[in-house]
């Protein structure tokens, strides 16, 4: 009940295209749903978050889906750049304690 | 500004041997954490410490021990290290529990 599914594991996506990736979760007591980018080489930084008060949330060319009823929520990146190419994981939370539930992560990779 | 330093970048140990880990934090955060990445695993949180003098266990505490020396300083120690433990380890920080987390560069660590 308390995994995070994330999917697809790697994702290649022509410059210019839409990336997706997926995020599903088990425990309705989540209240906090961030994306997290990383480079290699270099620690996870927060690129977007949600919480399930609304559905959709909008950072330039980033947004964040979220399904409450069907529990996932997804990471949508308009106009993907070479220099997206990244690993991306979701996570969630709950607001009673500092601990994140981590999906395992999406490799993205932009073809010029 | 450093944001969240962490020392060693790499490190080897052999079976039964000790370690510390070092993270130092100069944004006042309240909060800091370890993190442990495998491959395909995402981010497992090992222990945090939500304010300074409290440490609590994470997901997967067990072989590890912390210490939050300060406001600033959050070290992670391996007592008697073992293969299992070969993994790149994350500090990070966050203002508090529901906030930005913010990591530092991770520490790859090889038990042989």
């Known amino acids: 009940q308390q995994q995070v599914k994330q999917s697809p594991q790697s994702l290649i996506v022509q410059k210019g295209g839409i990336s997706i990736i997926n995020c599903a979760y088990e425990?309705?007591?989540?209240?906090?749903f961030p994306w997290y980018q990383q480079f290699p080489g270099k620690g996870p930084a927060l690129l977007i978050a949600?919480?399930?008060d609304v559905s959709e949330k909008k950072e330039g060319r980033f947004t964040i889906s979220f399904n409450k009823s069907a529990k996932q929520f997804s990471l949508h990146i308009m106009d993907s750049q070479p220099g997206d190419s990244a690993t991306y994981f979701c996570?969630?939370?709950?607001?009673?304690?500092?601990?994140?539930?981590w999906g395992a992560g999406t490799k993205l990779i932009i073809k010029p | 500004n450093a944001g969240v330093t962490q020392t060693p970048k790499f490190q080897v140990l052999k079976t039964g041997q000790s370690m510390t880990l070092q993270c130092a934090q100069d944004?006042?955060?309240?909060?800091m954490y370890w993190y442990r990445q495998d491959p395909g695993m995402g981010l497992r949180l090992i222990y945090y410490?939500?304010?300074?003098?409290?440490?609590d266990k994470g997901e997967v505490p067990n072989g590890y021990n912390v210490s939050r020396l300060n406001k600033r300083e959050f070290s992670l120690r391996l007592e008697s290290a073992a293969p299992s433990q070969t993994s790149v380890y994350f500090c990070?920080?966050?203002?508090?529990?529901?906030?930005?987390?913010?990591f530092g560069q991770g520490t790859r660590l090889t038990v042989v």
């Open positions: 990070a920080s966050s203002a508090q529990g529901r906030t930005e987390a913010f």
């Open positions: 944004m006042n955060h309240n909060s």
């Open positions: 410490s939500a304010s300074e003098g409290t440490t």
């Open positions: 425990n309705t007591a989540f209240d906090y």
């Open positions: 949600i919480r399930p």
């Open positions: 996570a969630a939370g709950l607001d009673s304690n500092y601990q994140l539930i």
